[in-house]
Each structure stands twice: as structure tokens, then as C-alpha cells.
């Protein structure tokens, strides 16, 4: 009898939540776990996960998810999205002492009254944000942020994350909040370097020595690290067709980075930078991957968007 089995759920099925629910699935099977139950708010989305992993179960409502559900990870585009899932499944009867796993990220006070919300009504609820892109969720290669209750986190939720999602978890305290905090700590270094490479190559490239020279540099001086593989999306321009990480949601990442900045009197002139730059791109050209923040800098320099002279 599976009675005393937990039922895992995973609700978004987006870039990151396609691949790490595969490995959260995986995982649970070979420990003798019920197949993992997932939901998307676009069921076409979910049925082609089933077409690829035919043992994981669909469920077609949140309802469904609500009343099967012992534990929920949801990995959603941003602080609304959350907010009306979660509210959700409370309203279709949520289980009591069941545990939400939340993983989007969104703004630590949200992450906060969520939790509050979720423990009034009976329910437990823990921050699990991650660090790594789709490429890295494939492999089982994420770094889990984990803030909320030792208890929760370390009965059920850290044992299945970790290592199905990512070999290393960072514990961050007992409020959801803090994981959410340095999870956008996090996202200001991606966005730094990202601005960073933006400026180097357009000056190279100004200069005459060219953005394909710092490409190089980058592979010499920061192997397997960030700064190469968005100096290449530069190099080539893929920023209109290959979108790892549109533009809105690294716009949805800055104001959280500036907003927690003033909440503690932090200057962070990079991020304002960034997301001028950002906001400048998207309104001439629409959501294109965050690398293209870059096309800003070259227009400054008078320089074309791939870089070339006009
Ligand atoms: N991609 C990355 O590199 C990365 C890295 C670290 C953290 N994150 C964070 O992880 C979260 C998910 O990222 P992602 O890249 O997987 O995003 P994504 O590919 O855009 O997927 C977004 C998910 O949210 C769902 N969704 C959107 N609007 C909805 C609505 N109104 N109601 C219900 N569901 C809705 C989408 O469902 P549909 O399929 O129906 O649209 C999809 O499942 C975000 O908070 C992001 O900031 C992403």
C-alpha cells in the first residue's frame, strides 16, 4: 500500500521547470516514490513532457494539484504568477500540512507574506530559489538557495532537490525571505557581468582591436565560467533568435536587485546601468535575450547593433 508515500507535485513547466521536474521525477521513481504529478497552466506543455517521460503523471487543474498534492514546487514567471497559483490552491482545498516548495524569483517581501499566508492557512511553505540557467537544470547542475523551516526543508524537500535538481545547496536561514535575498545577491553579479562584457567589447570593437580578441581573452582568463558564453552570444549576435533569458524577466531581476538596494541603503550603480541599458533595447526592439543589452553600448559608440561600423 502507498499510503504513507508522499505525493510530490511540480507546478510550471517553463524553461527551468521542464528539465528539473524530468530529474525530481526520476529521482523519486528509483526511491520507490509515486510518479510526479505536474500541472501547467498550458496543457500542451505538460503532455509533451509526458510524451517524453510517459510514467509522470498530468494533472489538468490546479484543483487536482490542491487535493493530490503532499508537497508542490512551483517554478513560475514572476511575482504575480505566484501569487495567483498559490492563492489557488488554497482556494481549492490545499491540504493541510502540506508543503509549497517555492522556487521563481520574486521579491523576498512577497516570498515572505506568501509564507505567512500559507502557515495561516495550515500548510508549510519554504523558499527554494536556484542559481544556473536551462542548460545547467538539464544536467542537474542548479545551486539550491534555501531559506525557511529547518524541520520542513530537511525532512522532504532538501533529500529530492538535491541531488535530482543540483549537487549543492546554500542554507540561508529560517525565513523564506533570505533565500529569495541572496538569490538576487546572486543575480547581481550575472547582471554585472553582463553589463561588464556589454562596455569591454564595445570598446575593443570602437578601438579597431575587435570583440572577437575579448572573446578570446575571456576563454584564456575565465574558463567554464559565465563571462565566455555571454561574450560569445555578443561575438555572434544571437540575441534576437536564441532567447536564454528575455529581456523582461532580467528587467523583473534589476528592480528586485534595486528595490532590496534601497531597502538597505546599497548603492548599485552597475544594476541602474543595466537595466537603463535593458529598457532602452527592449523598447526599440522587443524581448530579446538579456545579451543584447549590448546593442545599447554599440549605438552610444556609433557602432551598429552586431557591432560593425555603419
Ligand atoms: N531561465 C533561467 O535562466 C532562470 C534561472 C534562474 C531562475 N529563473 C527563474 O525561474 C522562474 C521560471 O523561469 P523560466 O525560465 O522557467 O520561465 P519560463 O520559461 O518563462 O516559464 C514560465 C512558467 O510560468 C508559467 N506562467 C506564466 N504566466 C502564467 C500565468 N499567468 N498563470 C500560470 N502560469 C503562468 C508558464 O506557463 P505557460 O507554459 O503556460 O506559459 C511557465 O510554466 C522565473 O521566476 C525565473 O526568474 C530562471
Not at 43 to 58: G, H, N, T, Y
Not at 242 to 262: C, Q, R, V, W, Y
Request: proline letters at 5%; aromatic letters at 6%; glycine letters at 8%.
Amino acid at each position: 500500500m502507498n499510503i504513507q508515500i508522499p505525493q510530490y507535485a511540480f507546478i510550471g513547466l517553463g524553461a527551468i521547470g521542464f528539465e528539473t521536474s524530468q530529474h525530481i521525477h526520476k529521482h523519486l521513481v528509483s526511491t520507490g516514490g509515486k510518479p510526479l504529478l505536474v500541472h501547467n497552466r498550458t496543457l500542451a506543455r505538460a503532455e509533451a513532457l509526458k510524451a517524453k517521460v510517459p510514467d509522470i503523471q498530468v494533472a489538468e487543474t490546479i484543483k487536482t494539484v490542491a487535493e493530490q498534492a503532499d508537497i508542490i514546487f512551483t517554478c513560475l514567471l514572476n511575482d504575480a504568477v505566484v501569487k495567483d497559483v498559490i492563492d489557488n490552491l488554497l482556494a481549492h482545498g490545499l491540504k493541510k500540512d502540506s508543503i509549497i516548495v517555492e522556487q521563481s524569483t520574486i521579491a523576498p517581501d512577497v516570498s515572505q507574506e506568501l509564507a505567512s499566508k500559507v502557515e495561516r492557512y495550515g500548510a508549510h511553505f519554504v523558499a527554494c530559489p536556484f542559481m544556473g540557467p536551462p542548460a545547467k537544470a538539464r544536467v542537474q547542475g542548479l545551486i539550491i538557495l534555501a531559506g525557511g523551516r529547518s524541520q520542513v526543508l530537511e525532512e522532504k524537500v532538501l533529500p529530492i532537490l538535491v541531488p535530482a535538481t543540483g549537487p549543492k545547496v546554500i542554507r540561508t536561514g529560517e525565513q523564506p525571505r533570505q533565500a529569495l535575498q541572496l538569490k538576487l545577491t546572486g543575480n547581481f553579479f550575472v547582471t554585472s557581468f553582463v553589463e561588464m562584457l556589454g562596455e569591454g567589447m564595445t570598446l575593443a570593437q570602437a578601438s579597431g582591436i575587435g570583440q572577437d580578441k575579448v572573446k578570446d581573452l575571456m576563454d584564456g582568463l575565465f574558463p567554464g565560467t559565465l563571462l565566455p558564453m555571454y561574450a560569445d552570444r555578443m561575438n555572434r549576435n544571437t540575441y534576437e533568435n536564441e532567447i536564454h533569458f528575455p529581456l523582461t524577466s532580467a528587467k523583473k531581476d534589476a528592480t528586485h536587485i534595486l528595490n532590496m538596494g534601497k531597502e538597505y541603503n546599497t548603492k548599485l550603480p552597475i544594476t541602474e546601468l543595466f537595466l537603463s541599458h535593458l529598457e532602452s533595447v527592449h523598447k526599440e526592439h522587443g524581448d530579446w535575450d538579456m545579451s543584447s543589452i549590448v546593442c545599447q553600448l554599440r549605438k552610444e559608440a556609433g557602432l551598429k547593433n552586431d557591432g560593425s561600423k555603419p
